[in-house]
T-cell receptor
Framework: DTGVSQNPRHKITKRGQNVTFRCDPI?????LYWYRQTLGQGPEFLTY????????KSRLLSDRFSAERPKGSFSTLEIQRTEQGDSAMYLC???????????????FGSGTRLTVV | DAKTTQPTSMDCAEGRAANLPCNHS???????VYWYRQIHSQGPQYIIH???NNETNEMASLIITEDRKSSTLILPHATLRDTAVYYC????????FGQGTELSVKP
């Protein structure tokens, strides 16, 4: 296992188009997180899954955003009707169970950089 | 909102120790202090974490004050590759990132 994988690395899209990003976590990790990061800011939490269940969503996650993790393995983040303000780095992370989290932390992917033109 | 306060930026000479401070005066008894760093264009990388005791691993040392209201991350011999943004996080379930400290290691 080579860590958390995110695809694509870069995406340029026109305003109003839909985009989808994929995250493949570390296989034995049952928790998966999505974050968004804009230039000069720290990552902002968007949502997280435990197995296939989406347990928390930030108020930052507008109705245009949807995330899924259908079989508790990979996850997708879709943005509908993209706006220029959606331009950011979208980061995915995974972690083991809650009790192990205190010992191992999160493992992040390298992110998908979205540019909306 | 993040529960930590860090300086915006710091410089360190290559080969010297880098000491990065963090204030977390409202930390509660069961919250851990985590440190991550983010090198340009990469995702954050876990460095170290602790609860009460000082901790050391192959990357860094973490010194937590007795009252747990502040901590210091120590990179004992900083290299140019340690140039990054360093985030101090008090964990309350999910990780909440603040602005971090931009550390520049200079030759």
């Amino acid at each position: 296992d080579t860590g958390v994988s995110q695809n694509p690395r870069h995406k340029i899209t026109k305003r109003g188009q839909n985009v989808t990003f994929r995250c493949d976590p570390i296989s034995e990790h049952n928790r998966l997180y999505w974050y968004r990061q804009t230039l000069g800011q720290g990552p902002e939490f968007l949502t997280y899954f435990q197995n296939e269940a989406q347990l928390e969503k930030s108020r930052l996650l507008s109705d245009r955003f949807s995330a899924e993790r259908p079989k508790g393995s990979f996850s997708t983040l879709e943005i509908q009707r993209t706006e220029q303000g959606d331009s950011a780095m979208y980061l995915c992370a995974s972690s083991p169970t809650a009790q192990d989290l205190y010992h191992y932390g999160y493992t992040f992917g390298s992110g998908t950089r979205l540019t909306v033109v | 909102d993040a529960k930590t306060t860090q300086p915006t930026s710091m410089d360190c000479a290559e080969g010297r120790a880098a000491n990065l401070p963090c204030n977390h005066s409202t930390i509660s008894g069961n919250e851990y202090v985590y440190w991550y760093r983010q090198i340009h264009s990469q995702g954050p990388q876990y460095i170290i974490h602790g609860l009460k005791n000082n901790e050391t691993n192959e990357m860094a040392s973490l010194i937590i004050t007795e009252d747990r209201k502040s901590s210091t991350l120590i990179l004992p011999h900083a290299t140019l590759r340690d140039t990054a943004v360093y985030y101090c996080i008090v964990r309350e379930g999910k990780l909440i990132f603040g602005q971090g400290t931009e550390l520049s290691v200079k030759p």
